[in-house]
């Protein structure tokens, strides 16, 4: 059902950009006000989100600890998993934010009769989370190519290894198999695995369904229907440098590639993609292991009631004189005061 | 007490339901909630709506605005902590932390995979605090706040044990503990707590432990003990309270003090302080290390946790030193100088046998029972005869706490290492930072809960049986007091052959100590290895 909703959202964004174009002939519309505005949501949802979780503040030290933390010279430390400094912290983060750390832990629980348990190796969510990211990351710098003149030789280098694999059609990007193959794997994933099946929202397959769109319109635009690259190009150009004219003649099936990615980015700051940002404020992997040797300061901090050890002597005085615990106040004649309960 | 079935009989069944998980109806089936707060012990600890009630009842005698008091709870903690804010946001339901808790395992329900214990929350936060989940509502993974998912809240929030095992799996570090942690608070508000945890609450506050037990009863106690040690070793451990002037305080959990097999390691602190000449005292009024308060509020957990502090500024100690506890260390090491601190009032730690500086607790000033004594191990300050533990073939657990809250996972080795002859890991999956939870953990060690504790503690029983198995496995040993009575339960029930052990039970055994008569029996009362046909000459 969640599936089936977001399928027939992204297939009624396709169809909203083919009709656009070639009933309403609305080329201005798709190709300029929906990248600014995809592009300013962009921007202003994110800047919001990070600043209303930087707004809130860390008030405990709360690192999850993964490996040996910091005791006696002579026994050995974990610095990555349980990280005593900043320094270490870094190491920490570049191995999560990099590498996905946490997750390349993932095992598999399997149940037999018995009861008996076992804990199979399973990586291929790591794998697939990898994949999908960084061919994500490739193909968003390919694309720059499109919006420099000249084009950095950065760019230029990695379009030209991406491409060295020449499988099939001349010039096939790898990165483009790859993020195919891997959101291919997390939507098949998220569909057959019962549990994930159960626990998945629209929220869950929306994008997935999305950048399968994106990939394939994308592919679709370099290989098969010979959008006019030149002309996409001055498009981009001049949508980054704020003059641009719609392009004629640039086929429908661009205007739908890019009307997916505008969603695409409109879409971000406000969905559970926002955890890219997230990792990095995460207080559990963000802070080094280190509130037995430095004090950490709660900003909200606020005095309690506390019962104090006078009220207490208090309530006991007697029973403690007769087990011969030594008491502050002797008792005065008329025996004990009644035990004082200060209420909050 | 809940009917609980045979281990053969317990059904595991992993089928889904054909609901979706946002049907908030939960069925109170006995054996699997802890009963309800009595209203005596939420007036104790001076918490909110205290009345009769039970779980089972339809009515729950919710306060009138309880909606406004759950969405203003929300709100306030949305603001005072990131870690909320942040994991309201960014879960992407991969379910990588489906399968990591001991709880799922055991139970089968798919409301205890971590993501969906969180989701039970996250889909009123969206409803309430996020524009999508306004505008869009279920499509956006909104639920609307009815009574039925407080009643839900309160189910699995208490059918959570802390123990962050999903939080080390998730990439992203969020933290269903944290979310169980500040879910409890919030089902606190409205008066919604269950009885173990408000009635050591409400003990702690009054007498200084949660077994609520009375100074000179303390005092006899930690006297009997030392009894017991005479019996077994010939020599005279001479124990204080309340004794200013002391260097050292030690705070250890009271069921160490009243509950077996916790007392057998209090005799082993006892024989260790002796047989170092430890200047230390015991407090009756600082009589627990452990702090239930952590499973109700922070702000209870810092309630309880300020009488360390206050008891060693009061005696004038130099330092602290803490026994073998779970989530007391969690408390002292991610908490406590926080919220009771600064401790400038004290010195930096170093063992007066030693010379070592506990640099590690520069600031909280607090040393855990198990480094202390792997330092006196290290610089050869122990004489030490493990034989006397050959009888027993020894695996460790780790504690949830100390594990995935400090990182505390060679020092217990080393120690125990040094004090018996076999020992056998568990098979990796199961210990240190991937540790499984005894099941009982965060105040859930209560009888009537028993179905679900004996279901939770099945992945950590199933790793104790494959090394009873593999290596003839006896013996299990621990550094946590819950742990030493829940494990107990645990292993009667799906490991009768295995007995748990505290490693200063062990330490105690082992110690040669200056004028000690021959020993025939631990100090279980048991007979030593090579012991047993004497005690049988004696018959
Ligand atoms: S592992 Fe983290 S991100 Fe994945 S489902 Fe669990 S809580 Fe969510
Ligand atoms: S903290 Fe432990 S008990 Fe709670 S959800 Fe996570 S794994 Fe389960």
Not at chain 2, 234 to 246: C, D, E, I, L, S
Not at chain 2, 253 to 275: I, K, N, Q, R, V
């Amino acid at each position: 059902m969640n599936f089936i909703m977001s399928l027939v959202a992204v297939l009624a964004l396709v169809l909203t950009a083919f009709l656009g174009i070639e009933a309403a002939g609305l080329r201005t519309f798709f190709s300029m006000a929906v990248p600014y505005v995809a592009f300013t949501l962009f921007i202003a949802g994110t800047v919001y989100r990070v600043l209303a979780w930087a707004s809130s503040p860390v008030p405990f030290r709360i690192p999850t600890t993964a490996g040996q933390q910091k005791t006696f010279p002579w026994i050995k430390r974990n610095r990555f998993d349980n990280p005593a400094n900043k320094k270490e912290v870094l190491g920490r983060m570049i191995l999560e934010v990099l590498l996905f750390r946490s997750l390349f832990r993932n095992t598999k629980a399997e149940i037999e009769k018995g009861p008996k348990l076992y804990y199979q190796w399973e990586k291929w969510l790591w794998v697939g989370g990898l994949a999908l990211h960084y061919s994500f990351l490739v193909i968003l710098l390919r694309h720059l190519r499109f919006f420099t003149e000249p084009v950095p030789f950065f760019v230029q280098a990695l379009g030209g290894m991406d491409s060295f694999l020449q499988v099939g059609l001349p010039g096939i990007y790898i990165s483009d198999s790859v993020f195919m193959l891997a959101v291919i794997y997390l939507l098949v994933r998220r569909l057959i695995i019962p549990t994930v099946r159960y626990i998945s929202l629209p929220g869950d397959y929306f994008p997935l369904i999305l950048m399968l769109a994106i990939g394939v319109t994308g592919i679709l635009t370099r290989y098969f229907t010979r959008v006019d690259l030149l002309k996409v190009k001055q498009l981009a150009l001049g949508l980054a440098k704020f003059q641009s004219s719609a392009p004629e003649q640039v086929g429908t099936i661009f205007y739908i590639h890019l009307l997916l990615v505008c969603t695409l980015i409109a879409y971000f700051p406000f969905s559970k993609l926002m955890h890219a940002g997230g990792i990095f404020l995460s207080p559990t992997r963000n802070l080094p292991n280190d509130s037995r040797i430095r004090r950490h300061v709660n900003p909200w901090d606020y005095p309690v009631e506390v019962q104090t050890y006078a009220e207490y002597e208090e309530r006991f005085r007697e029973k403690m004189i007769e087990a011969g615990l030594p008491v502050a106040k002797e008792i005065a004649a008329g025996g004990p005061a009644v035990y004082p309960l200060t209420k909050k | 007490m809940a009917k609980l079935p045979k281990p053969s009989e317990l059904a595991l069944d992993y089928t889904l339901p054909k609901k979706g998980w946002m049907d908030a109806a939960v069925d109170f089936r006995p054996g699997t909630w802890s009963h309800a707060a009595r209203a005596k012990n939420l007036e104790a600890a001076g918490l909110p709506n205290a009345r009769q009630w039970s779980p089972a009842d339809s009515d729950w005698k919710l306060p009138s605005n309880w909606k406004q008091i759950i969405f203003e709870g929300m709100r306030e903690r949305l603001e005072k902590f990131r870690s909320l804010r942040i994991f309201m946001d960014i879960c992407v339901r991969c379910g990588a932390c489906a399968d990591k808790c001991h709880f799922y395992l055991g139970s089968g329900d798919p409301k205890n995979m971590p993501v969906l214990r969180s989701e039970l929350l996250r889909s009123i936060y969206r409803g309430e605090f996020t524009l999508a989940g306004k505008i869009m509502g279920s499509i956006a993974g909104a639920r609307e706040l009815t009574e039925n998912v407080i009643k839900e809240w309160f189910y699995y929030f208490f059918q959570c044990t802390e123990c962050r095992r999903c939080s080390v799996f998730c990439p992203f570090g969020i933290d269903t503990a944290e979310i169980t942690m500040i879910g409890r608070e919030l089902l606190n508000l409205l008066g919604l707590n269950i009885d173990w945890i408000a009635g050591s609450v409400a003990n702690c506050r009054h007498t200084g432990n949660h077994l609520g037990i009375q100074p000179h009863a303390f005092k006899n106690m930690i006297e009997f003990l030392a009894d017991e040690i005479e019996a077994v070793s010939g020599v005279r451990v001479q124990p204080t309270f309340n004794r200013k002037g002391a260097e050292i305080l030690f705070i250890t959990p009271s069921g160490d003090a009243f509950a077996d097999p916790g007392t057998y390691t209090m005799m082993g602190y006892l024989m260790l302080f002796h047989e170092m000449g430890l200047d230390y005292t015991f407090s009756t009024y600082a009589s627990e290390g452990g702090n239930f308060g952590m499973f109700t509020s922070h702000e209870m957990m810092k309630r309880l946790n300020a009488k360390m502090y206050a008891e060693a500024g009061r005696l004038g100690v130099k330092w602290l030193l803490g026994g073998e506890c779970g989530h007391m260390w969690r408390a002292v090491n991610q908490y406590m100088d926080t919220m009771n601190g600064p401790a400038d009032f004290l010195e930096v730690p170093k063992s007066p046998v030693t010379g070592t500086i506990f640099d590690n607790a520069a600031s909280t000033k607090m040393v855990h029972i198990v480094e202390f004594t792997a330092d006196l191990i290290r610089n050869g300050k122990l004489k030490l005869d493990p034989a006397r533990n050959d009888n027993l073939v020894m695996t460790y657990h780790d504690s949830c706490n100390t594990s995935r809250g400090m990182g505390f996972f060679e020092e217990p080795r080393y120690v125990i290492k040094s004090v018996c002859n076999k020992f056998h890991e568990m098979p990796p999956e199961t210990i240190r930072e991937q540790t499984f939870c005894c099941g009982s953990g965060s105040g859930l060690n209560n009888d009537e809960f028993i179905e679900m504790r004996m279901r939770g503690g099945l992945p950590r029983a199933n790793a104790v049986r494959h090394v009873e198995e593999r290596h003839g496995v006896n013996a299990l040993s621990c550094i946590c007091a819950i742990d030493r009575s829940a494990l107990t339960t645990l292993m009667d029930y799906w490991v009768p052959d295995v007995t748990v052990y505290g490693v200063h039970e062990l330490v105690g055994n082992a110690l040669v100590m200056k004028g000690e008569s021959e020993r025939t029996s631990d100090l279980r009362g048991d007979p030593l290895p090579g012991m047993e046909a004497s005690e049988d000459e004696n018959i």
